[in-house]
């Protein structure tokens, strides 16, 4: 099999692991359409506990996501997954036996627990070549926004004909199906992609929480999906105010978010094409504050709704896709690993309190003014985007190396930084591997395996 595309096993590990992925992430995502106004019909409700609900998975989800990614490297990808999705089972069960607004709390908390991001993207390293890696979390990705789109469209649907437990046990029956994915259709790994390219390492993460650059990607996550778990505090409520009844909403996103996958497209051949990739990312921060000032200043009406919905979702979805590939880029040599960790816990952290700030904010100040509140916190971001260093294309490597000792891997270090090419270089002697960021244009790969090999 040639090297320019994925082979058997990755292609079956690829679709195997995107499906599980997006399966779980489908069943988290499913709340959010119908939830506003379902959790009305449960015992102790309340605005704030309401957008706590929605948000309540992401807590468990930032806290456990690094050191579940960990275990992994101790216990085996597989069973740790398989542990994680027998937690995110149990919350979806104990969410659809709730008739309180508090069981429910409990219930998405313990879905959250379930944390197996990291470990399946640790998997998918390990069943990968370093030159195919991309591709298969590429892959990933997409199953991930694809699950969003099919999350908001099937939510309204089955909570329609089912209710709100209804689409808790749907859940359920999901999370069994990823179960046997995981365990008949996922092929065993044989080898380990390098530590530092997989799991979080935590002497790492200190460091990367301070760098200038990663924090404003870290910050970005965070904001986006606050705003993101804080809108649907009330949107689903709107649409019901415009005269659209819950089961009809699934009309009112299929072709919202379609068109917004169709919007995003060019733009985003744009920035690759013409190396336009920092001002595109600051405008599509600038469409999403646009849009949620759009939410608070129109009247409510349905063409209104549906115009601040497409670019809302044409935003989020371009900053959504862009944004783990800028990381990818410029998170430093051999610390991929922890740098997405990072990044994933921000993203919970962000839905988290993007509930529980939306909740409060409609019981305090009224519901419309969740989006005047984001609107704001947006543009804020989009003042720090400006301070992003400009890309430079490049491409990470990790390379075996028969370096014995720290002082060697320093000289090794100095060589291949003085090479063509080379961007970043990183020896890490104890794990005999070599990270390497490179401009594939100019980079001589051969030079550098015989150098590491010497």
Not at 135 to 148: E, P, Y
Not at 247 to 260: E, I, K, R
Request: contains cysteine; proline residues 4%.
């Amino acid at each position: 099999m040639s090297v320019s595309g994925l082979n058997r096993i990755e292609k079956k590990a690829a679709f195997s692991l995107a499906s599980v992925f997006g399966i779980r992430m489908l069943g988290l995502f499913m709340i959010l359409p119908v939830f506003a106004i379902y959790g009305e019909q449960l015992n102790g409700y309340s605005p704030m506990w309401l957008g706590l609900a929605i948000g309540a998975y992401g807590l468990t989800q930032a806290l456990l996501q690094i050191p579940m990614g960990i275990l992994s490297d101790k216990f085996g990808r597989k069973p740790v997954i398989l542990a994680g999705l027998v937690v995110f089972l149990l919350g979806s069960v104990i969410a659809a036996m709730s008739e309180s607004i508090y069981g429910v709390v409990i219930g998405r908390a313990i879905q959250g627990m379930g944390a197996i991001a990291s470990a399946i993207l640790a998997l998918a390293a390990d069943l990968s070549r370093e030159e195919q890696r991309p591709k298969v979390m590429a892959t990933i990705g997409m199953f991930i926004g694809l699950s969003f789109t099919f999350a908001m469209i099937l939510g309204p649907i089955v909570a329609d004909n089912f209710g709100l437990s209804g689409l808790f046990w749907f859940t359920g029956i999901l999370t069994i199906v990823a179960m046997f994915l995981i365990q008949f259709m996922v092929p065993n790994s044989v080898n380990k992609a390098p530590r530092g390219d997989s799991v979080a390492l935590p002497a790492q993460i200190s460091r990367l929480i301070r760098d200038p650059q990663l924090s404003r990607l870290n910050w970005g996550i965070f904001i986006l999906h606050m705003a993101l778990t804080a809108c649907f505090v009330t949107l689903p409520k709107q649409f019901v105010a415009s005269g659209l009844a819950l089961d009809h909403h699934w009309q009112l996103y299929l072709p919202t978010l379609l068109g917004s996958f169709f919007l995003m497209v060019p733009f985003m051949i744009y920035a690759m094409k013409k190396q336009k990739e920092k001002p595109m990312f600051s405008a599509a921060i600038a469409l999403l504050a646009i849009a949620l000032f759009l939410l608070w200043v129109l009247p409510i009406g349905l063409w209104s709704l549906v115009l601040s919905v497409v670019l809302f979702f044409t935003a989020f979805n371009y900053l959504e896709a862009t944004m783990p590939s800028i990381l990818s880029r410029i998170a430093p040599a051999g610390v991929k690993g922890s740098a997405m960790g990072v990044y994933s816990s921000s993203q919970f952290l962000g839905a988290f309190v993007g509930g529980m700030l939306g909740g409060y904010i409609a019981s305090e100040f009224g519901e419309n003014t969740i989006f005047l509140v984001m609107a704001i916190i947006t543009v804020v971001w989009l003042l720090v985007s400006f301070g992003m260093k400009p890309l430079q294309k490049s491409k990470n490597f990790s390379f075996a190396t028969n370096v014995e000792s720290e002082a060697q891997a320093d000289i090794i270090a100095e060589q291949l930084i003085n090479m063509p090419g080379v961007i970043e270089a990183t020896i890490v002697h104890t794990e005999a591997v070599a990270y390497l960021k490179v401009d594939e244009k100019i980079v001589d790969l051969m030079a550098i395996k015989a150098l590491l090999k010497a």
